[in-house]
């Protein structure tokens, strides 16, 4: 069984050698894509405020808080934080 073995590895095609690590490409802020759950805390947060939905403002809570969740390390400065929970 061990001579079966050198054979698999002798055709195998394979080259471990040329093998690179993954790196991820750099994307600039402008091309990251849209915040949907900051979006429809905005238009929540609005109409709960204009028509006194007390749903829509629980909504646009809970929306706002999955838009903070999901910020990426590069978006994460106070001013922004503070912003975006307002």
Same mark, same amino acid.
């Given at each position: 069984?061990?001579?079966?073995?050198? =054979? #698999? =590895?002798?055709? @195998?095609?394979?080259?471990?050698?040329?093998?690179?690590? +993954?790196?991820?490409?750099?994307?600039?802020? &402008? @091309?990251?894509? !849209? @915040?949907?759950?900051?979006?429809?805390? !905005?238009? *929540?947060?609005?109409?709960? !405020?204009?028509?006194?939905?007390?749903?829509?403002?629980? *909504?646009? *809570?809970? +929306?706002?808080a &999955?838009?903070l969740?999901?910020?990426?390390?590069?978006?994460? @400065?106070?001013k922004?934080?503070?912003? #975006?929970?307002?």
């Open positions: 069984m061990s001579s079966h073995n050198s =054979t #698999a =590895t002798a055709n @195998d095609p394979r080259q471990p050698s040329a093998a690179k690590p +993954f790196v991820a490409p750099m994307v600039s802020p &402008q @091309d990251l894509p !849209v @915040d949907y759950s900051g979006f429809i805390a !905005v238009i *929540l947060g609005v109409a709960g !405020v204009m028509f006194r939905y007390k749903l829509c403002s629980w *909504l646009a *809570l809970i +929306f706002c &999955q838009s969740s999901n910020m990426k390390n590069m978006e994460n @400065d106070l922004q934080i503070s912003m #975006a929970s307002m």
